[in-house]
């Protein structure tokens, strides 16, 4: 059972910076394709960013430039830096690994932004 932990998440004022942490276990890590979702109040959970198992990723258009996901295989952890934070970044960012017939979820971790 693959268990994802983050952390990182607080308060910050627009144009702060944050750097979230997602530590996995219970699964070989390296073959998942891991990524970072957010769920802001009254929206519907969304993609921010994903890191395949080859080291490619991907962006939803509107953090393209601002956020950078990365991964360590060795210590099966995946990171969000978050950069040039705005009021609409504010939501709760979940982890995620997903393989195919396999998907696995954090407890998510919250993010505000405001000054």
């Known amino acids: 059972q693959v268990r994802l932990e983050e952390s990182g998440g607080g308060l910050v004022e627009p144009g702060g910076s944050l750097r979230l942490s997602c530590a996995a276990s219970g699964g070989l890590f390296s073959i998942y394709t891991m990524g970072w979702y957010r769920q802001a109040p009254g929206k519907e959970r969304e993609l921010v960013a994903r890191i395949f198992d080859n080291g490619n990723t991907n962006y939803v258009d509107s953090v393209k430039g601002r956020f950078t996901i990365s991964r360590d295989n060795a210590k099966t952890t995946v990171w969000l830096q978050m950069n040039n934070l705005k009021p609409d970044d504010t939501g709760v960012y979940y982890c995620?690994?997903?393989?195919?017939?396999?998907?696995?979820w954090g407890q998510g971790t919250q993010v505000t932004v405001s000054s």
């Open positions: 995620n690994a997903a393989k195919v017939l396999s998907v696995h």
